[in-house]
């Protein structure tokens, strides 16, 4: 490739940042697109402006919303759980495997192993309001069982411990150091129906 083309170097650059996606790969796929500007160039460029100029995150609860819509946080009101995950990769994973009927609570990252809450952006504060605010019976704790999963889930408990609300973890099937985003849908049926109570002393 041209070195002189600056503009795809950059590209590639770009894309080689994308989860699963290396220089080789990213070639591939920029080749792909320039073979096919019309048809994929132009609708790829107006779909990710768009997606840049109206889509946000909720400062509630860490879901995708359109700005000039309510999130479905402020508008589905109808169950009395709370899952709790790490980003929005776990949560599509959990509702597309159909097995939890009810609200999600992003955070957006984990707390460090030790300890550090610099994470502006984790909303356990948030968190802590809507349990609160609403009616809920049950905070469903679903991080990973990595080290920074697990040191999350700690903090939470104890920033909700004294809210008289039943705090569950997700339980067999759930592999030491694994990830929610990496499971298939069997383990995480195991680990949802097998999730046990967090003891609070």
């Known amino acids: 490739m041209d070195n002189n083309i600056l503009e795809i170097e950059e590209l590639i650059k770009q894309f080689s940042?994308?989860?699963?996606?290396?220089?080789k790969s990213a070639k591939r796929i920029i080749l792909k697109l320039i073979d096919n500007k019309?048809?994929?160039v132009k609708p790829?460029?107006?779909?990710?402006?768009?997606?840049?100029?109206?889509?946000v995150r909720c400062n509630s609860c860490g879901?995708?919303?359109?700005?000039?819509?309510?999130?479905i946080c402020e508008t589905d009101k109808n169950y009395d759980k709370i899952c709790v995950v790490e980003n929005l990769a776990d949560m599509w994973v959990i509702d597309s495997a159909n097995i939890y009927k009810g609200h999600y609570h992003i955070l957006g990252g984990t707390i460090s192993s030790g300890g550090s809450l610099?994470?502006?952006?984790?909303?356990?504060?948030?968190?802590?309001?809507?349990?609160?605010k609403n009616?809920?019976?049950?905070?469903?704790?679903a991080t990973s069982a990595t080290v920074e999963g697990q040191t999350t889930a700690h903090y939470i408990?104890?920033?909700?411990k004294n809210n008289k609300i039943k705090i569950t973890k997700l339980a067999q099937g759930l592999p030491v150091g694994g990830e929610i985003e990496q499971?298939?849908?069997g383990t995480l049926f195991s680990a949802f129906r097998n999730r046990t109570p967090v003891n609070s002393k």
């Open 17 to 23: 940042k994308l989860p699963g996606l290396g220089p």
């Open 38 to 40: 019309d048809a994929m």
């Open 44 to 55: 790829l460029a107006k779909s990710l402006a768009n997606v840049y100029k109206s889509v």
């Open 63 to 71: 879901n995708l919303k359109t700005i000039s819509n309510k999130c």
């Open 118 to 132: 610099n994470q502006k952006n984790l909303l356990i504060d948030s968190l802590v309001q809507r349990v609160k």
């Open 135 to 141: 009616n809920l019976k049950e905070v469903i704790i």
């Open 157 to 160: 408990e104890d920033m909700i």
């Open 183 to 185: 499971l298939d849908d």
